[in-house]
């Protein structure tokens, strides 16, 4: 008995070990897109409304999904809610972002699967942002998270404080307002996986383009998406 005991408790942390080099490397190729982004996805600045952001990080049969967009492309407005039309608005936003079977169509023989889903903006109520009225199946299946991405894979967003609300990661000094959200798939065959038809186009018409870089463990690439050309193939 106490040999099967030792067993296990290798296996399990072999297993933990394991998960956590795979973060690594994730967290590896994100730190590489955005050290890129600067030059092949910033071009007419940080904040142009009608553009946005995508990152994707693939290793193995994690691939993670990061999206960087201006409020205006999402809501319409760049404020606080005011009222509860407004709030109502960013629900409703939130709602669709969790979606991500609607947002992300990748090739069906590599049978991708949601495992979380976050959403970030530092002018939008953490309350309006959870996905507590989002179904399990909605996510699908995986692990439902609070907002607030890892430290480990957004050296971007470090050191807000609420006396200077400008350097809040999202938050421009002209005032102008950002929203981040990251999706974390499993794909259980990950060698098949090959392509992905993004359409946020079709449920967010404010963005027009989509500056976009991709980055696995053989290579990266970068290209600009819209609504004419909404699909990524690597």
């Avoid at 955005?34 to 009608?50: D, F, I, K, N, S």
């Avoid at 409020?71 to 936003?93: I, K």
């Avoid at 050191?159 to 990251?182: I, K, N, R, V, Y």
């Avoid at 449920?203 to 053989?218: H, N, Q, S, Y």
Wanted: net charge negative; charged share 20%; hydrophobic share 40%.
């Amino acid at each position: 008995m106490v040999e099967v005991e030792v067993s296990l408790r290798e296996c399990e942390t072999f297993y933990s070990l394991t998960q956590t080099y795979r973060i690594i490397t994730v967290a590896a190729i994100i730190v590489a897109i955005e050290l890129a982004l600067p030059a092949c996805a910033y071009g007419e600045g940080p904040h142009v409304h009608g553009v946005a952001i995508l990152e994707i990080a693939i290793d193995d049969g994690l691939v993670q999904i990061n999206l960087n967009s201006p409020l205006d492309n999402l809501l319409g407005f760049e404020h606080a809610p005011h009222n509860e039309g407004e709030r109502q608005a960013v629900r409703s936003m939130a709602s669709k972002l969790y979606q991500a079977d609607s947002l992300f169509n990748f090739t069906p023989a590599a049978r991708c699967q949601l495992e979380s889903a976050e959403l970030k903006s530092p002018l939008l109520p953490m309350e309006l942002l959870m996905p507590d009225s989002i179904s399990d199946k909605t996510l699908g299946g995986g692990v439902r998270k609070k907002p607030g991405r890892p430290q480990a894979l957004s050296p971007a967003s470090s050191a807000t404080t609420a006396s200077s609300p400008a350097a809040s990661f999202g938050e421009h000094a002209d005032g102008h307002a950002e929203l981040e959200a990251t999706w974390s798939f499993r794909c259980a065959v990950p060698q098949a996986l090959q392509s992905v038809d993004v359409r946020l186009f079709e449920v967010f018409p404010g963005i027009r383009r989509l500056d976009t870089a991709i980055a696995w463990p053989k290579g990266q690439s970068g290209a600009k998406l819209s609504p004419a050309f909404p699909s990524l193939k690597w």
